[in-house]
Structures are given as structure tokens and as C-alpha cells.
């Protein structure tokens, strides 16, 4: 069950999601007892972007994360324990650090990824709840990616030029940031 999020396509599960979290109908609502809104409050919807984005992800991570603390030798947790270290001195000191160097970057990725991520925005949330002001286009869920979109081809404006110099800022800070981690991390030291 850990892994269904994994087998399912991303989309159907957004929008099974979506559906759950219906106000009138949604099964949230009905396991908590409330009503509440939470497309219509931008608290509520953040909360919801967050809890699938997560419920999306934990497969990846948690079969990276499993296989990647079986790939660190046993070996070195008893030498340490043989030393006199406790189970916590062991994670902080051996497993912790071994596992950040594996995950590096799967967590540059994971960023990269989630700095981009149109679709959970744009199939649970639409960018809302948009805020009242006059020609306000971004909405309290928008990210860059979902906000250039409502520029490129959204109600008002569609200002392709804007977009574009928008994507390639975008493009740019991903790059960026994941070539710091990338160097920070120094995964790549082991292909020299």
C-alpha cells in the first residue's frame, strides 16, 4: 500500500484527490466530520497541495531511502556500537551521513521537480483561491511555473513575451540551485 501512489498515474490520483476533497460530497470532510472549504480558503488549499504532493512522492523516496540504507555496510554500526555509541550517536554520525551523500540527488531532483510542478497546481487547486484585487492574476496555490501559465494563456493579459522571460528565469534559479547541490554533494566526483 506504501507504494500505490508509484503504480497509479500521477493525474488519476490528483484527481481522485480533487474529488476528496470536495466541500459537499468528499470523503475528508466525512472522515473529520467538517465542512470545510478547502479550495475557497488559501490555508486549506495550501494544506491539501502539500498533503498530496506528498502522498505523490513518498513511493520514489521511500524505495530510494530503503534500498540506499541497505547499501550501507552493517559493518560500520557495529564497529561504532563495539566503540560505545548508542543507536542515536549512530544514525546522527554513520547512517545519517551516508544516506544524505546517496540522497543528494534525489533531493536535488525532488526540488527541481516540485519548483516545476504544473500539474498537482493546475488539476487540484487551479492556481486558487485567486485573491479580490483588480488585475491580480496569481492565486495563493500558484507557483512561477502555474503563474507564467495564466500569463501565456490565461484571461487577460496572454503576454507570450512575459512568459517566456518568466521560464527562463525560472530555468535559470533551477539551474542554479542544483548545480550548487550538485557540487555541494559532490555526486559527481565519482564519474572523474
Sequence with gaps: ILV??????????????????????????EIIGSQIAWFQDATFARAAVILVNLWLGFPYFY??????????PSELMEAAAIDGANPRQ???KITLPLLLQILSPLLIASFAFNFNNFNLIYLLTGGGPK??????????TDILISYTYQIAFGTNIQD????????????????????????????????S
Aim: aromatic share 10%; glycine share 10%.
Design 131 to 140: 485573491a479580490q484585487l483588480d488585475g491580480e492574476i496569481a492565486g495563493a
Design 90 to 92: 549512530i544514525f546522527r
Design 160 to 191: 507570450l513575451g512575459l512568459a517566456s522571460a518568466i521560464s527562463v528565469i525560472i530555468f535559470v534559479i533551477v539551474a542554479a540551485i542544483s548545480l550548487y547541490g550538485v557540487k555541494k554533494s559532490k555526486v559527481l566526483e565519482s564519474f
Design 63 to 72: 524505495l530510494v531511502c530503503s534500498g540506499s540504507l541497505q547499501a550501507i
Design 4 to 29: 500505490l501512489p508509484y503504480a497509479m498515474p500521477s493525474i488519476m490520483s490528483i484527481l481522485i484527490w480533487g474529488g476528496m476533497f470536495n466541500t459537499e460530497f468528499g470523503a475528508i470532510n
